[in-house]
């Protein structure tokens, strides 16, 4: 079972993340992974790239404890991590100092292989790895002395990885190279002591491919790292320390410092500390680390901040509202790491032969030596054809080629407010044929808003708006919220009333307070019935879908307001890139037909259904879902949620109810639709990626090893095609730091 389905509840009651330490490749995660889940009511996923594991397991059964010990068993470390941004210390402390060791010892390998070398020379000119004797141009001695110090110091490492591995009933990439360096090392120094002039020695062989090796390994750990940039970046832009008020005065305290409630003040050019609200001052903030947007946003009284976003020019002043792991950069970050350290299903093809791989490949070995030595009666082509047969396998090719496009993949993602909760929901945003959308918030803004203002009988628009906002003043209902803005935009004040009354569902009613002249406001059949007459061309067309609230004074029209939730100026371009992209797109809303229309007509969509109740939401996602096609669903509300969950992938944009978000994979902090087709190609283009390297390992290993069998590739050259395997792996996912929104 992956992570995915551990952290969607599956038999297991608890759930830990355990951080790995001794891995060297693939088959390193899937012995480690087939020993946690022989633990009694454990399911285990194990991701080789960030070297964690994530453990559901029954309490009643087992306990971390016990999973530190089976890892422990199987010859590897473990630790539960509880606390994340002190476990991303220590790893990047740790993987720092790993760097550099690794770095000395490839320095001090190099130096003692650098002369062996030499010997290629005229072994390339003259027939290459023949097995024929050549005169050597350093003294047989001093080759011993040389590689031997490569082999046992520099390679100790290899020789530990392979007993610890062995120990545990599995075998690695260590147990490939220790096995072929040595068998060439061996013989070497056989021939060197017993002075056997007729032979050929291969130390410059086994001193080599553990040079190359660790080269990999090196620029492998250094790629890797790029992966998690992303992150990091994140990381960086919350600001260290927050400028509190207390008791008048400003200080300077530490971010863990920082409690809710606390007032802070955030200077033009700094980050936000914590998440807070406006209190005084006025600004625009940058909020393209988190949301992708290169706008910036007005931020004033009773404003809403977030941690990292970037203060440009005005003084704010701020109450904070989420502190440490409460802030939404924290749940980002959060969510970007579980989502890294989740497995794809796309990745179980290469778990499976992950974990038969370097068994295959020394009975490969051992075939390709009886056969050769058979067929050539030469033992010594014979065991350079097998050296090279074990080197140039490279299971950590495949290991890689999932976790690290996942990895850059959803860090990009996060970079540019696309928060993918897992690889699974990655996979299947890249594999979407239909996508349901919600109308109300998803396709519009989510809140009514003035759309036409009709004035007759020698009324002006002004009129009719001042009249209305007049009668609204103070309410709190949406549609009146809306009359007020809309008055507001044009510099429209109030006047003053009496004698209010207002008739729920209806209307309201007042009087002039200047002239006492009966007013009204409401729908057209509350007008009618306080006596106010109708003309009958008052409604036409161009309202379909609209509210219409009529607006009268002395007994007589003064006009009509239409009100509609406006659908967003991005829609119409949503929907057609998604279209573009092949994805049939479907709207449902419980609204009426008219609007509905009206709705999927302003944004090109085709197909839609009005009345929609939440159950019959998730209900159409089950029927699409039962054809075998692959549906997501767009939302933002509670009543959305039971259809989020339903389908194969969902999308809550950022704006929406924290249920909607909760029942997502994926979350959006920008309320745009756009952000949904967004997230589809960033999927697909992970994917994309995805697939390349898996052909790539594949196609590697299948063409590689019989290209070795077959003695067309020297061991030198096949350890470092071996170490560029890996390389170009991670260096091919890493090109997905190159993607950007709306391409």
Request: charged fraction near 20%.
């Amino acid at each position: 079972m992956d992570a995915t389905a551990i952290a969607r509840g599956a038999p297991p009651k608890e759930r830990i993340e355990l951080g790995l330490t001794g891995m060297t490749c693939a088959a390193c995660a899937a012995r480690i992974e087939k020993v946690l889940n022989r633990v009694p009511g454990v399911q285990a996923a194990v991701n080789f790239a960030t070297e964690t594991a994530v453990v559901g397991f029954d309490p009643a059964r087992s306990a971390p404890e016990q999973l530190i010990a089976a890892v422990a068993r199987a010859g590897y470390g473990a630790t539960v991590r509880e606390d994340p941004e002190l476990d991303r210390k220590r790893d990047k402390a740790r993987k720092a100092a790993e760097f550099a060791a690794l770095k000395r010892e490839f320095i001090i390998a190099a130096l003692l292989t650098a002369p062996l070398l030499a010997q290629m020379v005229p072994m390339f000119t003259s027939g290459g790895f023949t097995g024929a004797a050549h005169a050597d141009l350093l003294p047989r001695w001093l080759q011993l002395a040389l590689a031997t110090p490569v082999q046992f110091w520099v390679g100790r490492r290899f020789y530990v990885g392979a007993w610890h591995a062995l120990r545990g009933g599995g075998a690695n990439m260590d147990v490939l190279v220790a096995l072929g360096t040595s068998m060439a090392y061996a013989f070497s120094a056989v021939v060197t002591l017993l002075e056997l002039h007729d032979q050929h020695v291969y130390f410059e062989a086994s001193a080599a491919i553990i040079t190359l090796v660790f080269l990999g390994k090196l620029l492998e750990a250094r790629a890797k790292a790029g992966t998690s940039a992303a992150l990091e970046g994140l990381l960086r832009l919350q600001p260290k320390t927050a400028h509190l008020l207390r008791d008048g005065t400003g200080v300077d305290v530490p971010l863990g410092e920082v409690v809710a409630g606390d007032r802070f003040v955030v200077r033009a050019g700094e980050s936000v500390p914590v998440d807070g609200i406006v209190r005084e001052g006025t600004s625009t903030v940058d909020e393209s680390m988190l949301t992708g947007e290169s706008r910036a946003v007005d931020k004033a009284a009773s404003a809403v901040v977030y941690a990292g976003t970037l203060n440009q020019d005005g003084l704010l002043t701020c109450e904070a509202t989420g502190v440490g792991s409460g802030t939404l950069l924290a749940g980002i970050v959060r969510l970007v790491a579980e989502a890294q350290g989740s497995k794809a299903p796309i990745q179980r093809l290469a778990d499976r032969v992950s974990g038969i791989f370097v068994p295959v490949v020394v009975v490969i070995a051992v075939v390709t030596l009886a056969l050769t030595w058979w067929l050539l009666g030469d033992a010594t082509r014979a065991l350079v054809h097998a050296v090279a047969v074990l080197v140039i396998a490279c299971p950590c090719a495949l290991g890689l080629a999932t976790p690290t496009a996942v990895m850059v993949g959803t860090g990009r993602g996060a970079q540019t407010g696309i928060l993918i909760r897992n690889a699974a929901a990655l996979e299947l945003a890249g594999r979407l044929q239909t996508l349901i959308v919600d109308k109300t918030g998803t396709l519009t803004e989510g809140r009514p808003a003035v759309t036409e203002v009709i004035a007759i009988d020698g009324a002006t628009r002004d009129d009719v708006l001042r009249a209305a906002a007049s009668l609204e003043q103070g309410s709190t209902h949406p549609l009146a919220k809306a009359v007020l803005v809309a008055a507001g935009e044009q510099g429209i004040t109030p006047f003053a009333i009496t004698d209010f009354a207002s008739v729920p569902g209806k209307g309201v009613a007042a009087r002039d307070g200047a002239d006492s002249a009966p007013m009204a406001l409401g729908s057209l059949a509350y007008l009618t019935e306080v006596g106010v007459p109708i003309p009958d061309a008052m409604v036409t067309s161009k309202l379909r879908g609209s509210t219409l609230v009529g607006v009268a004074r002395g007994g007589r029209m003064l006009g009509l307001i239409a009100l509609a939730d406006a659908v967003r100026p991005t829609s119409a371009e949503a929907v057609r890139r998604l279209n573009a992209a092949g994805i049939e797109v479907v709207m449902l809303t419980g609204d009426n037909a008219e609007t509905a229309q009206a709705v999927a007509d302003a944004v090109g969509i085709r197909e839609f259904r009005s009345g929609v109740l939440p159950a019959g939401k998730a209900e159409a996602v089950v029927a699409l879902k039962s054809k075998g096609v692959v549906t997501g669903m767009v939302g933002d509300g509670i009543n959305d949620a039971p259809a989020l969950a339903a389908a194969d992938v969902s999308f809550a944009i950022g704006a929406g109810s924290d249920i909607a978000v909760e029942a997502s994979d994926v979350t959006l902090i920008r309320s745009d639709l756009n952000a949904v087709v967004d997230a589809i190609l960033l999927s697909r283009a992970t994917l994309a990626k995805i697939r390349q390297n898996l052909f790539f390992a594949f196609a590697y290993n299948v063409l590689g090893i019989p290209l070795a069998a077959a003695g067309l590739l020297s061991p030198v050259i096949a350890g470092a095609a071996m170490a560029a395997s890996s390389v170009s792996v991670v260096g091919n996912a890493l090109l997905l730091r190159r993607w950007r929104p709306g391409a």
